[in-house]
């Protein structure tokens, strides 16, 4: 499977996937970060194995994988970029671990079938309640799902 990724020169970075109808993914352990738009656009992947090396989730990373339902965040992850789910229109809930201390604006934005966004208890940064994001104070609601129970 790790034939079809496009890494960079030291092995740390997924840049891209060579074909955009991939529809599983095994990322190799030396990769530290999932780069800006690795996998934007691939519309069929279902399946994606994230290791516990990866640190950050970039920009746009996931954008528009419309087939993907669930996807599961490895305890290392600390950022997660700007848009780097929009369009997941598949994308039904997702656990944030307590590793992640940042998730970048609009990080979520068009997950039309988006339920419930679970945040681990020993977070520092966020809280879900009722699967909504919140930050730890609950000053803010950081995204409320679309198809949350709630929502008319």
Known sequence: MNDILILSDDKTTVLSVEDNDVE??????????????????????KNIDIPESVTEIGDKAFSGCSSLKSIDIPNSVTKIGVWAF???SSLESIDIPESV????????SGCGSLESIKVS???????????I????KMTSIIRFPMKHKNVA
């Open 86 to 88: 929009s369009e997941c």
């Open 24 to 45: 599983s993914v095994v990322i190799p352990d030396s990769v530290t970060k999932i780069g800006n738009g690795a996998f934007s656009r691939c519309s069929h992947l």
């Open 101 to 108: 201390t940042e998730i970048v604006e609009l990080a979520f």
């Open 133 to 136: 994001l919140y930050d730890k």
């Open 121 to 131: 208890k020993n977070n520092y940064v966020y809280k879900s309640v009722e699967g």
